[in-house]
């Protein structure tokens, strides 16, 4: 674990608060096939298989020999029960009762402050799990396989209900370049950092190692408490406050009360849960729950929507929500035909409107597969138009779109629109990632450096 000596001082947006690895992880099972279980880098080339269980694969000899201290006491287990393989949860819990009876117990994550952090440290919230009828339901499941997994090894119901607990409530979603989750990991460290809906520090990934970097927007006086002084978000900052709040109280077990979720009404909300699309100027219009068509125009252009118009928009709103809901609960590629109907939707909803926003997230990746890279720059325009009206100063997602936007613009030859969309990549990435992360070294500084070479030579001549 590395602990920033900046604690001390002042924290400028940029400085990394603390750097840790997992005590323990796991890699998303649908993803075995793709991405090595130790560097968690995805491969397009065929990854070498375990010899014995079959199923964790590696980039090569390098990683495999890494990777053998996490894998090598679940092996025996996986290899018993081939072709089948454990959840991805159950798998999590079953490496860490291995940790635990090879020591783990012992090992001490160092906070911020200084203080140090083991295992059972770690906030359980046992009674707000048992009045939890879902999570109980999960738990007794979980126990049942764990028996067939490991029978000779597992220990008491008791020992594995305080894993589970502990587990339930301080994991992390391990994320890729693109941030997507690829896995569950635990982190003593990081666990300590508390939620805002309004977090002014953000925690990426190099593989699984976990860097949690402060993004402001002000520069934060130290000392630094990380317990009182830092937030992360817990959940995405894009839901709308019922939203989050259901969300908070179900999976954490508290209320949250920041400044964002004490705004009643949140302006945003309104936008987030219906914008149309003005007939006129183009902007947003927020929909109301309680539509008054004679009353409702445009703030912009002051264009008065008709009864037409929101008749287009519910019917639109119906058809993407349908879309939305399938394409995150079956998780399946978006088709041609799925393209179709949200570009027809956006003739009349808003990119500020969440059920089309999260559609456009889809198509802009499936467009990018299809190799149609005008229409993926064009749906990945209106996703930064959403973002940039959302998100704070700085986050993730802006970086990584305004990479995306830079390199498809760069392909079309676009160069001078492409070099500031890649500079704008670069003013986030650097505060998001730092300027050593690999998405920022090893994909987002050649980019940057071949469009300025282009852009020189092209005012040399």
Known sequence: MLLSAQLRENLKPGSLIVKCEPFAYILSQKLSDVVCDSCLRRSTSALLKCASCKHVRYCDKRCQRNGWTDHKHECQYIAKIQPRVPPDTIRLIARIVIKLRNGGAKIQGQLPDGQKRTFFDLEPHHKEILEDKQKMAAFNEYFKVLQHFMPQDLPSKDDIWEIFCRTSINSFNLMDDDYTSQGIGLYLEASIFDHSCEPNAFAVFQGKTLEVRYIGPNELPGPVNCSQDIRISYCSPLKDTPTRQKILR??????????????????????????????????????????????????????????????????SKQILTKLSDSLVREER???????????????????????????????????????????????????????????????VNMGVVHMRIGKLASHLGHIKFASQHLEKAEEQLFITHGSNHTLYQRDLVPLLRDAHQELRNFGAQ
Do not use: W
């Open 250 to 315: 179900e999976s954490y077990y508290f209320t949250c009360h920041c400044s964002k979720c004490n705004r009643d009404p949140d302006t945003l909300d309104l936008y987030k849960n219906g914008s149309l699309k003005c007939a006129k100027c183009g902007k947003a219009v927020p929909i109301p729950k309680e539509i008054r068509p004679k009353n409702l125009k445009c703030r912009q252009c002051h264009f008065e929507v008709t009864p037409e118009k929101l008749k287009d928009f519910s019917l």
């Open 333 to 395: 590629p978006l088709s041609k035909s799925g393209l179709a109907v949200i570009h027809s939707a956006e003739e009349v909803v808003h990119p500020y409107d969440l059920t089309l926003l999260v559609c456009l997230e889809k198509a802009s990746l499936a467009e990018l597969d299809h190799k149609d890279f005008r229409a993926a720059l064009k749906t990945s325009l209106a996703q930064m138009k959403a973002y940039q009206f959302y998100y704070p100063s700085f986050h």
